[in-house]
């Protein structure tokens, strides 16, 4: 994370001060405003702002005059009621925005969440500073032989090395003429907007993103899955890890409910059926593709975490 | 605005909790937070809570580290900037959260914004009280003639006082009957999803609803304006004294440069510059309808306010 | 469904029209289209339009320049993996519109469903027939015991034949209070939005609405649920018959993974995984509690349909 | 524009079935279906399928039984009232789906258009094309000296064609690296999803984008502005041309009441009031910013189109 003495003293007078509120406050996510969470080699995530808690949840729930909580055991009963059935819209009365700087490519994957607002800083405006991400050789991998879309086995280190060299100097190379074609006085004082057309998509950007409870779930249900690739997964990680501070009850029906959950298909609920009754079942069969029982097989197969 | 004991007792008792945070406040809202404000005869308007301030729309407009603040005039000189030019992404960056009691009638025009969240009380869940809106006799308007959705002259007070004898039995009746038919001991059992159906429209419901403040204002243009319905026109006039109080800069450039703006059409710009070239225009050589003709020159010779 | 004479003609001519056209066009859906199909005691479903079929969600998938098609099988395939892993964007690339005449009381449970484009006969402007909603004694069903929003036993008849009484009666006498208010003449001449107050919620209002592939089937799966209310369920599996004639590699698939599909929570796969062992696992033990336990057991052993 | 041979030839298979339907048709967007339009250097556009035609929007805003129109103009009548009004829902009625070729930079100003459904080729699952958007040099342009994000003159000749050599030459590169760290023979096999990270911005990427009448409007009257960077606009001119075929009623109000339009904020108008009462103002004591009296002043002296 390359932060520079500017943007930390900043980033620290900002946190200093305190005001007296009476919306509800959550001191376990009050602890983490503002501080910037490492991702990746030079991106972070921090918790701007946010709206509401668990308890908010309930009083939307029940269309409260008050606070309309009532025991812990209930109000937890009724939030796991709500994620097991699906309820979206009491979740959605909870909000957060986070500040992220994040790779070029991994904003693109980002952006097809529709359901937010974001704020990103204009290279048509500004300009971009000199990081790239550039990957760890633990997570440079070869392509996958079964899977088109995903990563098989990590290079070996020399590989990895050489390949590390060519997306450096590639990114350093760009930059460079990146600030030559700007630059007013020993270069062509190019407009921004067509400047930034010669970066990389490893070049780091930065945003403001806004979200409701709701479809950050769906965010992070679709982005902490091991399909997705690594380096959107570690953004993904680091906000589970905010929505455990900031709604507790919430965040452990969503590991419950959604991130632990399986989904059977009608043919494969029959097989668990037939299973459960005694019978040997094997592919041949039992109606699923091989592909699908594979995965079905994987599933029930899986030690229980 | 009609509250139970009970209810008064609950808001209160929850409005008196202080908190303390390090996320951006506003003393003027924190005063109004919890307490209803009356609109029509028995609804009400309440902020439960919110997200955000002047500032945070600067900030986010900025992609800031710090607060992202300068000059109060410069501040106010971006946000200006923005409104004139419908960047919206920064006015979504806040958020408010609203409790409303409202008619059903008025629901239904309301939830045509779709751009917001919403919880409704349950009528097939729970049972609703017996409270209806009943014009006041200074609304109780004859269909308009010009104007084929809106209203004309006020009835007479005789007539307004027999059309509210009809609105006040008929609901009264129906609600008499929703009752009887849902008791399960002197009544008929009914289920409540089914019994809701015999009460009139004017039956009023309540919600929490979640709306970012880009999507307010747009809410707001279109609900304050002399053509939407009286009834949903006093709940926006209520949310607009909120927004001064929430957001002044912002509420300030609304009201410059989307409540006090005017468009006019390629062809009325046309007609407008001939005038200020001094030129004599008369609606026959305009190009304009006769209608289109009367809008622009209403808005023309209108006092400025 | 009562339709007047005027209306059935004004459909018949509209759907005389043949035109040449070289968008995808499925011959199931051209049949159907145009034609109401009745919903309730006077409601109706029907198809206006519709844009894409089948191959053009693999079209999309593949982002392809001709029509993207590939042998059956493959294209099957693709469509039930996109199911099946979630991948809604290609689902959204298809559109359909309906003309839906339903009562005011299931227009406000279907409304709720935001990502959509609708339509509404305004009764501020026109003035509203004199149809409303009543329930089949098939379906006037007494406040379910175990679950605060659902029903329960029939009625006895007799108990359903008064109960039809007082709906019938009371949305008779509201309807020709409205009539009299608005009459000009023999009435009071009141704006027709101040009049409509006084009708009942199980009025039939109409309107357009224009929804993609992706968030109808996200509709479908919450209101072809037996949880939702009978009277929304009845369009939803109106619905369903139409997708299978427009969509019907789609439809299969989401019967198989959708409709059919079942998701266990991470503790109900420990006990599965543990019963499949060989176990015999009781409530007791189970780690859950007696609700999901039950809602489990029902569903592993539940006949395969 | 670069298609290959076995694109071009699957574009003219494609073209040529005809079909029968009872669908509103537009012949003139008929004969433009599929047909690739030249945008920039290797982009394009082009339709893939549409829903509705002018007489749609009507149907929906009467909620008619049949086709809903009338004289045509009292149907362009009421089309020009809806724009002018600003009632979106009816536009909502009409879709069409694009397919477009487009540089990484335009693509991600483009997706911030939430309202709109995408399927983007993915470069995790295939490997992109060696192809990148080279400024033509008559829009190889210096930074704006007013306006921090816009261009200001063109490059001199010789500048141009050295940044152009700039371009093409990091380009070419960073795609030979990209091929390189691809090859799984000769190269380093290294999966997809991490090679694509070293191409630059201006690599093309592609997608199938949908949209409705209404958004694609608001998209247009965005991105057509001459404040829109150049690379965007002229994608927007494409689509603009495709509108007036498609809905020429509805394009004609479109450029009457949004593109031609003029909005006066309520401090501009008091102004104008002042001037057509034949008063001389002044900036200094018309209560508007240099800037905005700039601005205003522009826009009632610009010639008549």
């Known amino acids: 994370m390359s932060l520079t003495e500017a943007q930390r003293a900043e980033i620290a007078a900002h946190g200093q001060e305190t005001f007296s509120t009476r919306r509800p406050t959550v001191a376990a996510l009050e602890a983490m405003l503002y501080a910037p969470q490492e991702?990746?080699?030079?991106?972070?995530?921090?918790?701007?702002?946010?709206?509401?808690?668990?308890?908010?949840?309930?009083?939307?729930?029940?269309?409260s005059y008050g606070r309309g909580t009532r025991k812990v055991s209930e109000d937890a009963g009724l939030i796991r009621y709500l994620m097991r059935h699906r309820h979206s819209s009491p979740f959605e009365m909870c909000e957060i925005k986070f500040h992220v700087k994040l790779p070029i490519f991994v904003a693109r994957q980002w952006i097809r969440h529709r359901m937010a607002s974001v704020n990103e800083y204009s290279a048509r405006y500004s300009i971009l500073d000199?990081?790239?991400?550039?990957?760890?050789p633990a997570h440079m991998a070869a392509q996958s032989e079964v899977n088109r879309q995903g990563?098989?086995?990590?290079?070996?280190?020399?590989?990895?090395?050489?390949?590390?060299?060519?997306?450096?100097?590639?990114?350093?190379?760009?930059?460079?003429?990146?600030?030559?074609?700007?630059?007013?006085e020993n270069g062509y004082g190019l407009a921004r907007e067509l400047g930034r057309i010669n970066l990389t998509l490893n070049t780091y950007t930065q945003w403001y993103w806004k979200i409701d409870l709701h479809n950050l779930m769906h965010f992070l249900a679709l982005r902490i899955d091991p399909h997705a690739?690594?380096?959107?997964?570690?953004?993904?990680?680091?906000?589970?890890?905010?929505?455990?501070?900031?709604?507790?009850?919430?965040?452990?029906?969503?590991e419950e409910y959604r991130r632990g959950a399986v989904t059977f298909s009608a043919s494969m609920m029959a097989v668990v059926r037939r299973m459960l009754a005694g019978e040997v079942v094997e592919q041949a069969g039992s109606g699923l593709s091989r592909r699908e029982w594979d995965e079905m097989m994987a599933t029930l197969q899986a030690p229980t975490p």
């Open 39 to 63: 991702v990746l080699d030079h991106g972070f995530l921090r918790v701007i702002d946010y709206m509401g808690d668990d308890a908010a949840i309930v009083q939307a729930a029940r269309v």
């Open 229 to 254: 690739q690594y380096e959107i997964r570690v953004y993904a990680e680091a906000m589970l890890k905010i929505l455990h501070a900031w709604v507790p009850t919430t965040a452990a029906a969503f």
């Open 151 to 184: 990563r098989g086995e990590i290079l070996a280190p020399e590989a990895a090395a050489e390949v590390l060299d060519i997306l450096r100097e590639d990114a350093m190379r760009t930059y460079r003429d990146y600030e030559r074609m700007l630059d007013g």
């Open 130 to 136: 000199s990081e790239f991400y550039l990957p760890d």
